[in-house]
């Protein structure tokens, strides 16, 4: 294991510092600091009721926005010691980069999108960016976390540049251009939007679908939405449930699913770093800004794993997120956010009363984007009991 830290890696003592300046911490880095604000604030405690797929009241061990995080940041610290970078900026971004996620997942980002569609749209990943620099209200000095722009880029660029060097859109909502979260920040240009994010950001975005890859094999397999056998013939997992059919012909159901799974955040790990150390070895870039400026990611799987990936991702598509039973409950999930944006923003007298009127005078459309702030702020439960309360229904899952 490398123990060594790479050239190319971030160090608290470069950093680029805060947008506010104020003191530092005498016991922790900077990006310790950072980790440390995302863990304390209201909106990371609000991912235990944030889905993944299925709604929050289904069963205790389906993952949520919260655990999800969790298995990325334990996954991207692993990968970052191996390579040398800096862990705990890389954890800092993986616990964040959910942070702006809707109740119901995907499905709540969808209708939240299109209820925002004359107002500049909506975008969890952006909502993650305005989490974290005006919506956190809990400092005397600033609004947000006041994190390291290390930090704020890895969310912003965690899937790279969001501009070329001519200033086009390149990432994001490219037919609106930038997201709106993005576009109101008033000293983003020093975040360079046409630059990639140090290879710790990276870490964690390619982190991420390592996790989303294994932990959704895993709920599907609880679900009953398919069975080993359906997915054996998906190259990525029938290696290694082969592998530990063979070894374990006897073991139950459950433990077969849990070594196959293992062992595919293995392959994916392993094929990262390899790839990744390819790429080292070609760039050799002498510092972190080496990393912003190059023309491809310095952090990336090799072309046969990123093949591999997307046939899974084809597959728990068709056999997972696009089946009939989940179609519907995301079904009913768009029709509660539409409906609680529709009211409170019709309403002003339906919002909790520390939400009306509040919109800042230099902000366009303001009020439509209080109401998406809110509604983006909701775990799966609350937004259910705010449906029930508003429309005196009975609850729309059972």
Known sequence: ???????????????????????????RSVFQRDRDRIIHCA????????????????????????????????????????????????????????????????????????CMTRFGGFDHNAQSFRLVTRLEGRYASFLGLNLTLESLEGLVKHNGPLKDKNGRVTGGRK????????????????????????????????SDDIAYNAHDIDDGLRANLFDMIDIADVPLVGVSLSDVVQRHPDLEKSRVAFETVRRIITKMADDLLKETRHRIRQCDPRNVNDVRELSEPIVSFSEDMHAQ???????????????????????????????????????????????RGQAPADMSDGSMRRVCDFIAGMTDRYALDEHRRLFDLDPLFR
């Open 1 to 27: 294991m490398n123990t060594q830290s790479a050239k190319f890696a971030c160090t608290p003592e470069t950093s680029r510092g805060r947008f506010q300046d104020e003191p530092e911490s005498r016991t």
């Open 43 to 114: 909106a990371f405690r609000r991912l235990k009721h944030k889905t993944q797929v299925f709604v929050y009241h289904e069963g205790d061990h389906y993952r949520t926005r919260l655990t999800h995080s969790l298995e990325v940041a334990q996954i991207s610290r692993s990968l970052s010691r191996t390579l040398g970078l800096n862990e705990d900026l890389t954890e800092a971004i993986a616990l964040a980069h959910d942070l702006g996620h809707t109740p119901f997942g995907h499905a709540g980002e969808e209708a939240l999108d299109r």
């Open 175 to 206: 037919s609106a251009g930038l997201p709106y979260a993005i576009r109101d920040f008033d000293r983003i240009d020093e975040l360079r939007l046409d630059t990639f994010a140090p290879a710790e950001a990276q870490v964690a975005a390619l």
């Open 309 to 355: 990936s997307l046939v899974l991702k084809q597959f728990l598509a068709e056999n997972m997120y696009h089946t009939d039973i989940v179609k519907e409950k995301m079904s009913r999930a768009q029709r509660v956010v539409k409906d609680l944006f529709d009211v409170y923003s019709t309403d002003d007298s339906t919002l909790p009363r520390d939400w």
